[in-house]
């Protein structure tokens, strides 16, 4: 059985504990004998800051580099509020994205049943929803330049960002999404503001042309970003698969986790380019939710969307299906039998700590 | 009283349907002698390009620049998907924006109480719901240069669209949101994305500083604009003015309205900056919904945010707040008696025709 490197990056707020949680199930599966993992520890975020005065340091992206998968937390806090820019909790996440290579990144949206009615939307809009955004991480608003604020000769000051994107990046991302929505419902959607962008019109064309080129046989519609923001809330079930650029995912797959009432409990997978020599790609999984300060340390956390981004890293990453199916049925077994975190319980029930709801997991492996 | 110049630019699909309606309440006014209306006539969109191969001629924008008022329609439809692309029917909408100043975009996103039950949200989201999305308009993403699709050597291409902010830009916008935040709850939430953006972090400065310079009585929180989307769906009660930049406006604004279970029925304004010689701002109102071009021509159209659009500008250009609130009410007490356009109709009940709606509530006035 393959040794497989996991570099775990905690991060900020909830971060630790959560993963705390995943370390339990390593151990697990390594008693059992169904993996065998070499765990390395690191800082991101405010804690890298706080430690290295940088919002990752270079030993730990080395480590990142050589992982076969990166398992990270969350960052951020009203603490480092005032840290220089550059070296803000985030700059350590989007540093892991660039170097990495992570382009594609995967954002599922579904709707537990046990939990359909924690959303705010009404059940039958909700209920049974499964739909994936595929994000493009690397390129657009997020790292094109110039990139910068400069001070006119008035004194006043000009912001500007700056969107590139390539068809050599839009085809790589779209070709994710059609692979993808082949072993789903076999539908893309793909989303942008050619309306208004000159990148949005590139985006459509490259998309259009990919498909007829190698897809035809997925479905494939476009659909401007403003939109789509407003029929996934109207009904979000006409998705399966929704592909956009770095901002508009951003947006859309937080829209998106929301309306599943389940936000705490949504896992993500950010994947480079496979290597033609050795067939890996570099990856990073991480919960779709963030640092949460104002609960961290309460034991409050619920750990299944960091434990769910293990299980993607079984997928991807580990070539373990079969390992990601039983830990994913674990979760469904544990919910199914209404263990819940404060923030999925109804009001006034009963809820379990972080620590509590990763041992039921375990137990229920 | 004074002679208002009204510009009636009804565009595509169903906008000539809906402008229809509001020519008859402009009849009924000046009938009772509530207001003088020179009206003009004007071509946008396709239905420009039709006629003089541009999304709207020199000789409409001259009648605009004119305008006390412009009132729009929509524009756009799968007729014009092949005209090129600077004639595509949206650009006479961004070139009416742009050329009149028109920066400060108020999108107010309102549920109706008959129509929670509309909503995909659940009604205790939804009920009451009134928040006002100020967006910026003539600025970001939708305008900055280089804005262009580049062939490289190796004949694949670059897209670019340049987002800039100036301080200056930011600050009118911010003004007019503490501004219409002090006739309201007195609070304004600030969104960008100052994580991953320069003109993020410009925007967060500048309306720091304008509020503890001018506005300490109106409270101010920042959120992000990824979080904003999120808060929208979860919970969007905690919200009174939203202010944000184009691009995140365009988004915000359309998942904002799609809460309220009544996109057929929200008007927005689009205005300039007032003119110090004759304190007149230009203005043009259009309804939050687009051309509908499936329903065009059907009669399905609802006419309330046309109609609604109109009342803004009897508010906002023609200092009628008295007819505003006359009209508005009007469209509440056909509301209440139950009268209905198919949109919001319940599944199965007797709906109205366009026309219909239009002449009851030119009756209930
Ligand atoms: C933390 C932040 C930089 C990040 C982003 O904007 O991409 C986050 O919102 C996300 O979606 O992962
Ligand atoms: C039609 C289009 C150019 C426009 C925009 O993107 O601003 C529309 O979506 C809107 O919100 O008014």
Redesign the pocket.
């Given at each position: 059985m393959a040794n497989h490197k996991l570099l775990l990056l905690p991060g900020d707020g909830i971060g630790p504990e959560v993963m705390g949680q995943v370390e339990k199930i390593v151990s697990w599966f390594e008693k059992q004998g169904l993996g065998s993992f070499s765990l390395e520890r690191g800082l991101v975020g405010g804690a890298a800051y706080d430690a290295h005065k940088q919002a990752i340091s270079e030993g730990d992206m080395k480590l990142a580099q050589d992982a076969d998968a990166v398992l990270f937390g969350a960052v951020g806090g009203p603490k480092w509020a005032d840290v220089p820019y550059q070296h803000r909790p985030e700059a350590g996440l989007l540093r892991l994205r660039k170097d990495l290579g992570l382009f594609a990144n995967l954002r599922p949206a579904i709707c537990y049943p046990a939990l359909a009615s924690a959303s705010s939307l009404k059940p039958e809009v909700v209920e049974g929803l499964d739909i994936l955004i595929v994000r493009e991480l690397t390129g657009g608003v997020y790292f094109g330049e110039p990139k910068e604020i400069v001070t006119l000769e008035d004194g006043s000051k000009r912001g500007v960002d700056t969107q590139l994107y390539t068809t050599g990046e839009i085809e790589r991302i779209c070709a994710v999404a059609f692979e993808l929505a082949r072993t789903r419902r076999n539908k893309v959607s793909s989303a942008e503001?050619h309306?208004?962008m000159k990148t949005g019109v590139l985006w459509k064309q490259t998309v259009t042309a990919l498909h007829a080129k190698s897809y035809k046989d997925v479905e494939l519609e476009h659909v401007?970003a403003?939109n789509c923001a407003m029929q996934l809330v109207r009904w979000p079930k006409q998705y399966d698969v929704i592909v956009c650029d770095n901002l508009f995912g951003d947006i859309l797959s937080d829209v998106a986790a929301m309306l599943t009432g389940s936000l705490g409990m949504l896992p993500s997978a950010s994947l480079g380019a496979e290597d033609p020599a050795t067939g890996k790609r570099k990856a990073l999984y991480e919960p779709v939710h963030g640092s949460a300060p104002d609960i961290a340390g309460k034991g409050l956390a619920n750990p299944i969307a960091m434990i769910g981004s293990f299980a993607m890293a079984l997928r991807y990453s580990f070539g373990a299906g079969e390992a990601a199916d039983r830990l994913e049925g674990a979760i469904a077994d544990v919910l199914g039998a209404g263990t819940r975190t404060k923030d999925i319980a109804a009001p006034g029930a009963n809820a379990v700590s972080t620590t509590e709801m990763g041992d039921a997991i375990v137990k229920a492996l």
């Open positions: 503001k309306n208004v401007l403003d």
